[in-house]
């Protein structure tokens, strides 16, 4: 099976950084991914991680450790729209539906 | 991009009917697509996964006979809720990879159908 954590809840102020962790564990890897949400809409993919290392893409970068079953979503220059709840998910073999956290939901206030 | 489109994008139904819902695939041929529901601040939680051609494979505690699937075309897969329950009431949301494009890893997510059962 498939299991995977990551905080409830976090909150930031305009213009910070914010890591949000995630620890998982799968029987096989084929992929860690990122999705925001926001309330009443369907996610939007932000980041795909296989390899272990940082994968930096504008203000969101996301890492992977493989061998701790670890990956981390690091927001920089938060915005107020960036206020969403962030899923991070696992795939265990290639070809399967993604399996999601439960969601960790950020509040960035001014 | 591949775009995934579901319809209706919400539906309001009495207890003890059945509702469809479909998801389709705009741009790209998928073989297979995943179902999930999303209760009010919960996560999404994998329902079915569709197969074009053949029977789906459903989650653990997921009804079959209740949560109908069909995939009989390579853009088209159906849910079918049948006899209703306000329990039932959710956010659905389908999703499909495209194995032909660049990005064979992404899943794609349809807009999601708002299912209200009163």
């Known amino acids: 099976g498939q299991n995977i954590d990551q905080p409830t809840e976090m909150t930031a102020t305009e213009g910070a950084i914010v890591q949000i962790n995630c620890t998982y564990q799968?029987?096989?890897?084929?992929?860690l991914f990122w999705y925001q949400q926001h309330a009443g809409e369907a996610p939007t993919f932000l980041s795909y991680?296989?390899?272990?290392g940082l994968e930096e893409k504008g203000r969101f970068s996301s890492f992977l450790s493989r061998s701790k079953g670890y990956s981390y979503l690091l927001l920089k220059e938060l915005q107020m729209k960036d206020s969403a709840s962030y899923l991070c998910?696992?795939?265990?073999?290639?070809?399967?539906?993604?399996?999601f956290g439960k969601g960790t939901t950020l509040s960035v206030s001014s | 991009g591949a775009v995934v489109s579901q319809h209706p994008s919400w539906v309001i139904c009495k207890s003890g009917t059945s509702v469809k819902i479909e998801c389709r695939s705009l741009?790209?041929?998928?073989?297979?697509m995943f179902w999930y529901r999303q209760f009010p601040k919960q996560s999404l939680m994998l329902m079915a996964t569709?197969?074009?051609?053949?029977?789906?494979?459903?989650e653990q505690g997921v009804e079959k006979d209740k949560f109908l699937i069909n995939h009989a075309s390579l853009t088209l897969s159906t849910l079918t809720v049948t006899s209703a329950h306000p329990e039932d009431s959710s956010f659905y949301i389908c999703?499909?990879?495209?194995?032909?494009?660049?990005?064979?890893?992404?899943?794609?997510f349809g807009p999601g159908t708002r299912l209200t059962v009163t």
């Open positions: 998910a696992s795939r265990g073999q290639a070809g399967t539906a993604l399996i």
């Open positions: 799968t029987s096989g890897f084929n992929g």
């Open positions: 991680n296989v390899l272990d």
């Open positions: 741009d790209f041929q998928a073989t297979t």
């Open positions: 569709s197969n074009e051609g053949s029977k789906a494979t459903y």
């Open positions: 999703s499909a990879r495209d194995p032909g494009g660049l990005k064979t890893y992404e899943q794609y």
